[in-house]
């Protein structure tokens, strides 16, 4: 196997960090047309290709550890014997990262079954029929030194002692993701500051809520942006139940107020970072940033407890954001979960009690091509 020089890397890593912060000229592997990304995520599709090149690894990644789990945000196609796909994750307890970053394990190990540290892998990939023989792995840091991930390479067979050979090439390709990181980052957050300023005229008269061009805007800039980094989410749908009755019965003004109210008690019980909207009549919308499927849970719970001792009647679905199926696939199985917790109401006897919502949201599928 043949590697380009070190040297000839660093000209190119230098290249990409100017680049990304903005500093004129292109070094001799950017020419026009063809300069490196200044995202995380397109800088990462080169590296994993680089690596996937110049060795003899079957798999390569870069990969978000969050929340107890290792997801694969960014991977070289998979094969036969490592079938690891982009929005697959992993127990990071049980990685072999794990025990690299920990300084229990090598980052680099030519014959993982020969480190004693990596037993706990190779259990589990042997019973999930991953046939993972030889590994390496770089942490990838946040800019306060705080782990984000990993770029890391699977090999389906072992392999030899010159394995080690990719060791320096790694940490100067981890530095490079580490950097890149910063600068997306940092970019990040100042677009999202001025989003925020936008986002203010987009405003529901009613409740003082964002309403659904508010909301159809977050989801549109924070899509990329979320399957980016890899950061956890969760979309809750709620919808009124018998508004239209309330209005039939006690005028629109009942009405009015029965959805201010619900207003009240979301703004209540969502915190500060929450995406809060009204999306329409009764139809309201909350998007839970940073939140795990379990966090996501218990305030869909708070929710319903503090609707039913409002006295107001309504009905709750939540999934968990996923790099595959980004907000429209979270919110489709939101939607999914809620209509069915209405149409089990509806069915009821007794339609104004206020049952608690189911605790686990459908499944969303896998699209046949996107993030792959």
């Known amino acids: 196997m043949v590697f380009y ?7 190119w890593s230098g290249a ?27 800088v990462s599709r080169l590296v994993v290709d680089y690596l996937r090149s110049v060795s ?3 798999l390569w990644a870069v990969t978000r550890v969050a929340q107890g789990s290792e997801l694969f945000l960014t991977a070289t196609a998979p094969t036969a014997g490592i079938p690891l796909l982009v929005g697959d994750s992993v127990p990071f307890s049980q990685t072999m990262c794990r025990q690299m970053i920990s300084g229990a394990g090598p980052r680099v190990a030519p014959d993982v079954r020969a480190v004693q540290a990596f037993q706990a892998w190779v259990a589990f990939a042997d019973a999930a029929d991953i046939k993972i023989e030889s590994f390496v792995g770089m942490p990838i ?24 050979a990719l060791e320096p090439l790694l940490a100067l ?63 809750i749908m709620m919808d009124l139940d018998r508004l239209k009755h309330i209005n ?49 849970k218990v305030l869909l719970q708070r929710l319903d407890q503090r609707l ?42 007794d339609a104004t009690a206020a049952p608690r919502p189911a605790v686990s ?9 996107a993030g792959r």
Request: charged share 25%; glycine share 10%; aromatic share 4%.
């Open 173 to 235: 390709l981890s530095a490079l993701l580490s950097a890149v990181l910063e600068a997306d980052m940092t970019a990040t957050n100042a677009a999202r500051e001025r989003e925020s300023a936008l986002r203010e005229s987009d405003v529901d008269v009613l409740t003082g809520l964002l309403n659904r061009r508010g909301w159809e805007r977050f989801i549109e800039s924070e899509e990329a942006r979320f399957r980016r980094f890899g950061d956890p989410a969760a979309v």
């Open 308 to 349: 039913t001792a409002a006295g107001v009647s309504g009905s709750l679905g939540y999934a968990p954001f996923s790099v595959v199926a980004g907000f429209p696939g979270a919110q489709q199985a939101a939607d999914a979960m809620m209509y069915e917790q209405k149409r089990r109401r509806s069915n009821s006897q």
């Open 16 to 42: 990409v960090t100017a680049d990304l912060h903005g500093q004129a000229g292109a070094g001799p592997l950017t020419a026009p047309g063809v300069q490196p990304g200044r995202r995380l995520d397109a």
């Open 56 to 58: 003899s690894l079957d």
């Open 5 to 11: 020089p070190v040297a000839m890397v660093v000209e």
């Open 141 to 164: 840091v946040l800019p306060d030194g705080a782990l984000f991930g990993t770029l890391c390479g699977f090999g389906s067979r072992v392999q030899s002692d010159s394995l080690s």
């Open 248 to 296: 039939d019965t006690d005028g629109h003004a009942a009405g009015d107020e029965c959805i201010r109210r619900a207003a009240q008690i979301l703004l209540g019980v969502c915190r500060a970072s929450d995406v809060v909207a009204r999306l329409g009549g009764d139809e309201f919308g909350v998007i839970a940033v940073g939140a795990d499927p379990e966090q996501a």
């Open 361 to 369: 949201p459908p499944a969303q599928r896998r699209p046949t091509s």
